[in-house]
């Protein structure tokens, strides 16, 4: 079973850890284990049900009320409210119950019907992606069980695949080049997905190498297929030393092409990098971006 710091509920769940620890005290709302030095430790079953109560506090209803009803009262509220609900937030705290439950057929049926009701580009864009940016500091951290990373990730790569397989391909004479790539220690692979659809979306052609590409076929590669631009995500496996040599070697190796950059691990880079590096700042950044050089 996974266990959470208090960080990690608030994170998740967005109520603060000073909300957390006066609801404890004041309601019994939770209450957590304790390591030898009295540091708290959540179970899934109290991020669940905190994920539960923040939904149903933000749509109104007192924490004093709330406290007074066992589990199975709060699921079916949050299943009332669901519904009808567009409220991305909603459901993106729905998605993680889902898999903290390891619940494919609840996750596959929010993902469904918030794409009956916004599109997949938007479902994409408002819900899947920032989904996975809240968990990611999870599985930075090791604070999620593997089975569920493993079980969230296959679902939504599934997802991801058939959307990117139902673009037409790109037809219109040189079309701009896109390789997309994860360095040799990297592996979450859904960033990268998620940016090769909206590439494809917009009429832009993608070369996709996928997971632990070495260095040396970068080179290979580009003397095989003409590419403007690389994109590349961190997640994992790199620290923020190595990151900012390999950012610096990428770019002194290929000066005359684009290399956009982004992920979890970009956040803490500073100082100034050589001009043909754009870091990404979000999904938003990226479509505006590729708006300007179709």
């Known amino acids: 079973m996974a266990s959470y710091s208090i960080k990690d509920l608030e994170e998740l769940s967005g109520i603060k850890a000073h909300t957390i620890r006066i609801w404890e005290k004041r309601y019994g709302i939770v209450v957590p284990a304790r390591t030898d030095t009295n540091i708290r430790l959540y179970s899934d079953n109290d991020l669940k049900k905190l994920l539960n109560i923040s939904i149903l506090n933000r749509y109104g209803l007192k924490i004093s009320h709330l406290a007074r009803m066992d589990e199975e009262e709060l699921k079916d509220k949050v299943i009332h409210i669901s519904r009808e609900s567009t409220d991305t937030g909603l459901q993106i705290e729905n998605l993680i119950i889902s898999m903290l439950e390891l619940d494919e ?73 896109f390789i997309l790539f994860l360095h040799e220690s990297e592996f979450h692979e859904l960033g990268l997905l998620f940016y090769s ?98």
């Open 105 to 177: 057929w609840k996750f596959d049926k929010i993902l469904n019907d918030t794409i009956i009701k916004l599109g997949f580009e938007d479902t994409l864009v408002r819900l899947m992606h920032p989904f996975f940016e809240k968990i990611g500091l999870l599985w930075q951290t090791g604070s999620i069980n593997p089975a569920q990373e493993h079980f969230v990730s296959n679902l939504l790569r599934q997802k991801l695949i058939v959307a990117i397989d139902g673009q037409a391909p790109v037809q219109r004479d040189n079309p701009v080049n």
């Open 197 to 294: 659809y909206l590439l494809k979306k917009n009429g832009i052609k993608v070369i996709y190498l996928g997971q632990a590409v070495p260095f040396d076929d970068l080179e290979k590669i580009t003397k095989i297929q003409k590419a403007e631009y690389f994109l590349t995500s961190f997640t994992t496996g790199i620290t923020e030393g190595n990151l900012v040599k390999y950012l610096q070697n990428l770019s002194s190796s290929f000066p005359n092409h684009r290399i956009l950059y982004t992920g979890l691990q970009t956040a803490k880079i500073n100082g100034s990098l050589p001009q043909n590096l754009v870091k990404i700042e979000s999904v938003t950044h990226f479509r505006q971006y590729i708006g300007s050089i179709r």
